[in-house]
């Protein structure tokens, strides 16, 4: 998904190169994408359906929307106690996630209820324009009173489904609420510097030049003060940098530290699409043991159309790897392809998983998903867990991650996995990331909270 660059006045967001479109229009077209969210569709396929001049304007107020969606559910069925139609109820719960908190309401409420109102004259919902009206009337003649009924809600206070907030304090009781504060923060654009190409101090020069300014994160990073568009970077077609968030910057240097870098090693990136982490394995290695590192890695991938993303990433850094489509849990179907059947020499496994480190970025995520999924993906880690394990060399080293804050996700998944194999020790390794919110962008030392994303890394190694 691109990045958002959310209204930072009240000015209605300006479409590109032409003249701001209505704000009903936009409110109309987010109310669209949020019933389509509401029904199962992720945020991409959502924004995917809206016109593209109008998509930078809507994803920022979508984005504003599901961050506030708890309170505006809340806020909705004190004002509609029975569930109005899925289109009523989208535009009652886009109107109302904007316009509740004045301080941050991209434009005053009254416009916003105003707007709301006409948008629903003209749209799908027009047969209930009386009733979207005098619902938000009443909202903002009652506001104070309504929003203070919905504190006693967590779904209301924290904006996440009641199961997220119940299994964060379980998890992680001393961070459950400044995780929970991140994640309806923006995240910081960070990127990664190519270290075949420049050394950040480098690049920090170049983004200077451009009036950028960025702060160093982790060995490789650098955290924009303010988000540009991809193309605005210098040399970001010619591969000088990506973008990547510092948590998941970490997984390429943990993974190889420690091995022989002048030998030739052979890696499996398990799990590889977009191909952000086989890009930086690949630059890492480069740089440390000089050009023509004999690092060869494997960048595996299920979902072919995303595998046709690794490819374009590793030709625009300008590094090599053998891509395969197939799937990890069965190497009888590309193992032999891949390597001749040779162990690996070190293994990345990113696995699949609910994504809940990532909400600042995905805000559409912690509504998608369910409880129940968290089980489900467990499985599914383990059954990869175990299956790519006899593929690793004794001596090797296997990194396992996901973009997760819950523990069995992470920690819970490495313990029973250890549990299960004598052979596997746990290398000193980071845990579990919390994001949370920092004075400053700072590398990502240890596991206080920092402006990262949520991420589990732990390093396990094959004993003879
Ligand atoms: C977390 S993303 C990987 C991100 C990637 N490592 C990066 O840094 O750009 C997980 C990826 O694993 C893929 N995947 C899921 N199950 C898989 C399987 N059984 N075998 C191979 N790839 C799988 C998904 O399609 C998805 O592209």
Known sequence: MSRIFPPSSREPAQAAGGAAPALSQQLAEVAQALQAILAGQSGTQALAAVPQ????????????????????QALRAELAPRTPPPRVNALLCTALALAWDESQAPYPPFTLVNQAVEAAKR???????????????????????LVAKTDAQPQALWNHPQWWIARLQQDHPAHWQQILQANNRHAPMTLRVNRLQA??????????????GATPVGESGLALAQPQPVQALPGFAQGQVSVQDAAAQMAAPLL??????????????ACAAPGGKTAHLLEYAGASAGAGAPLQVTALEIDAERSGRIHETLARVGVKAQVVVADASRPDQWWQQASGGAQFD?????????ASGIVRRHPDVRWLRRDSDIAQLAAIQSRLLDTLWPLLRTGGRMLYCTC??????????????LARNTQA???PSPGHLIPGNTAQTAAVPDNEPGDHDGFFYALLEKAP
């Open 53 to 72: 001049r109008l998509r930078p304007g809507v994803q920022a107020l979508l984005f504003q929307v599901l961050r506030q969606l708890g309170r505006a």
């Open 123 to 145: 749209g799908p919902a027009q047969r209930q324009a009386a009733f979207i009206n005098a619902c938000l009337r009443r909202f903002l003649r009652e506001r104070d009173a």
């Open 199 to 212: 050394t950040p101090a480098q690049y920090q020069q170049l983004l200077a030049a451009q009036q950028m």
């Open 256 to 269: 190889l530290q420690g091995l022989d870098l002048t030998q030739p090693l052979r890696v499996l990136d």
């Open 346 to 354: 070190a293994i990345l496994l990113d696995a699949p998983c609910t």
């Open 404 to 417: 997760s804050v819950f523990k069995a996700e992470g920690d819970l998944q490495v313990k029973a996995f």
């Open 425 to 427: 020790r746990l290398l």
